[in-house]
């Protein structure tokens, strides 16, 4: 039986755990971070960290496990560097799903950044100066914070600014939260849905992460259609080594090693 850890936390890991589980002599172990309350997740998940590397590399090798997946949140960057080094380490082989990023298009108003610091920094420049997003001369009021719960303390010193966030569960008790209001919802999320929201809270300006994906790409339209400007979270670097970006790929990839 070859076993197969798969480092989940999104729909596509789900996704990958369910197909891996129908193929004859592999048995799929999917692994959830837990920051998240009540998640949706496959059955059978093992839930927490390991460690750091020392415990992926323990865990590894107690659990004999043959293959490491890495379908994590892009976002999520400290376990796939932990789990590159950690095979390399046992000496298994390892592939990154890495979905592919969303791409400007005609219509889109973005300014990308590197990091939550630097979206606080364009958000307070475009309050002031009314000169940073194209085509953008009104004051920056009322923001549309998609990031999750655990990053919002980077804009709470923008205390002139009015912020929707919306998280799946609440910040921590000792979180620093931005002025305004929190908004709980999980997606996958609707275009009528995410327009409403924009027209219903005067939305000025959205910021997100450029996760990739078809879950929360409504909000990326409702602004291209709303003329909203979008403050957009480059992804972080991932580590090197094989990697394909989609499920599909992930099946075909397994196959192929296992022959």
């Known amino acids: 039986m070859i076993r197969v850890l798969i480092l989940g936390g999104t729909g596509d890991a789900i996704e990958i755990t369910n197909k891996i589980n129908q193929i004859p ?34 865990y590894l090798r107690e659990q004999k496990i043959d293959i490491v997946i890495d379908g994590s949140h892009p976002f999520a960057d400290r376990i796939s560097w932990n789990a590159d080094t950690a095979a390399r380490e046992v000496g298994i082989p390892r592939l990154l799903f890495h979905r592919p990023g969303w791409e400007k298009e005609s ?3 973005w300014i990308e950044v590197e990091n939550n610091r630097e979206a606080a920094v364009i958000l307070d420049k475009q309050r002031v100066s009314h ?32 912020f929707l966030m919306r998280m799946i569960d609440p910040p921590e008790v000792d979180s620093k939260i931005p002025r305004g209001e929190i908004l709980f919802n999980r997606g996958p999320f609707d275009l009528r849905d995410e327009r409403e929201i924009c027209t219903r809270y005067n939305i000025d300006a959205i910021v997100s992460k450029n ?8 909000k990326i339209i409702a602004a291209r259609e709303m003329g909203i400007p979008v ?10 080594g094989e990697q394909v970006t989609d499920v599909e790929g992930v099946i075909n990839w397994l196959i192929d090693k296992i022959r």
Not at 39 to 57: A, D, E, S, T, Y
Not at 231 to 240: E, G
């Open 107 to 109: 219509g889109d108003n």
């Open 25 to 58: 002599e592999i048995q799929a172990i999917a692994s959830w971070a837990g920051r998240t309350k009540n998640p949706v997740m496959p059955p059978n998940v093992r839930i927490g960290g390991f460690g750091g590397v020392p415990g992926l590399v323990e």
């Open 211 to 218: 996760s990739g994906g078809s879950a929360t790409y409504p």
């Open 131 to 162: 000169q940073v997003f194209k085509n953008q001369i009104n004051p920056i009021k009322r923001v549309f914070l998609t990031i999750g719960r655990q990053e919002i303390g980077a804009f709470a010193h923008l205390e002139e600014i009015w």
């Open 231 to 240: 403050v957009m979270v480059k992804r972080p670097p991932l580590p090197p």
